[in-house]
């Protein structure tokens, strides 16, 4: 049994992906069910997915259109802006809003058993949750080495349990042989 995922000491909230305006201005896809929260925060952490997260100041954020816009401290050109395409938009996982109920983050399904309701059948382990524009993706790795690609929603993953590592399944017809 691979051992649980570890909570990582920052979450991220939100994605750049493009310049907004001519200041150093930058537009983030957000990542949190909390969006709200984060037009409160001065300091935000930048992550390139490798190295040490870096500390910046957020001198003004605001909503426009499905996007959140960052002014950062010391950016104030286009070309400024254009470096930070890419990284990560954190927040320390101790200043997270509190989940309820049924609520999990996405770093707690890492890992996770995935096994077909109806028999018990282990279809593999969980990878990552895939961000597609629309309904994500549990990326589950087989025991055979090859990927498993569900639909993550209420309809296909019937129990999801992290604690216990585990997330019960309901699958089509069919799709084993699609991936």
Aim: proline fraction near 7%; glycine fraction near 8%; include cysteine.
């Amino acid at each position: 049994m691979s051992e649980k995922p570890r909570a990582p000491e920052r979450l991220t909230v939100a994605r750049i992906v493009k310049t907004q305006g001519r200041r150093g201005e930058v537009a983030a896809h957000i990542l949190t069910d909390f969006p709200d929260r984060l037009l409160e925060r001065s300091v935000v952490w930048l992550w390139d997915g490798a190295g040490e997260p870096r500390q910046v100041a957020v001198e003004r954020v605001w909503p426009h259109k499905k996007f959140l816009v960052f002014q950062f401290a010391g950016y104030e050109s286009i070309a400024q802006a254009g470096e930070l395409i890419g990284l990560e938009v954190q927040i320390p996982r101790a200043e997270a809003a509190p989940l309820g109920e049924g609520e999990y983050f996405e770093y707690e399904l890492v890992g996770c058993r995935v096994v077909e309701q109806a028999t018990g059948a282990e279809l593999g382990r969980v990878r990552e949750l895939v961000p597609t524009g629309a309904t994500p993706l549990l990326a589950v790795d087989t025991p055979e080495g090859k990927e498993l690609l569900i639909p993550f929603a209420e309809e296909f993953c019937k129990r999801i349990a992290p604690k216990e590592q585990r997330v019960e399944v309901v699958l089509p017809e069919g799709l084993t042989e699609l991936n």
